[in-house]
Nanobody
């Protein structure tokens, strides 16, 4: 099983920025292994469903974002798939959630449905105060 570990969470005031990182052991320690179709970020607030935030579809290197974060968040990766990131700018209180990185081997993963994702990090808290 691929190991994913998030870092970079914390607490910020509305309007601030955070950068989340996801370290993927498969890309760092398994040269020649198949790349995932998608690497993505999800979030879940207490009492709410898990929401897809952003995903990178690797065959064409295209990114897709939820409407709620378009223009504010940016997903990127390093050249060797060792890590991928979520730059979060202009944060709002409604962005407060546990954030998870995930990877998928399903062609439908660009839809940002959590059911299409195979491997998950443990989650990291992001809190935005007003």
């Amino acid at each position: 099983q691929v190991q994913l570990v998030e870092s970079g969470g914390g607490s910020v005031q509305a309007g601030g920025s955070l950068r989340l990182s996801c370290a993927a052991s498969r890309y760092a320690s398994s040269p020649g292994a198949s790349n995932p179709y998608c690497m993505a970020w999800f979030r879940q607030a207490p009492g709410k469903e898990r929401e897809g935030v952003a995903t990178l579809y690797t065959p064409i290197d295209n990114t897709y974002y939820s409407d709620s974060v378009k223009g504010r968040f940016t997903l990127s990766r390093d050249s060797g798939y060792n890590s991928f990131y979520l730059q979060m700018n202009s944060l709002k209180p409604e962005d407060t959630a546990m954030y998870y990185c995930a990877t998928a081997y399903n062609h439908a993963c660009y839809m940002l449905n959590s059911r299409d994702y195979n491997y998950w990090g443990q989650g990291i808290q992001v809190t935005v105060s007003s």
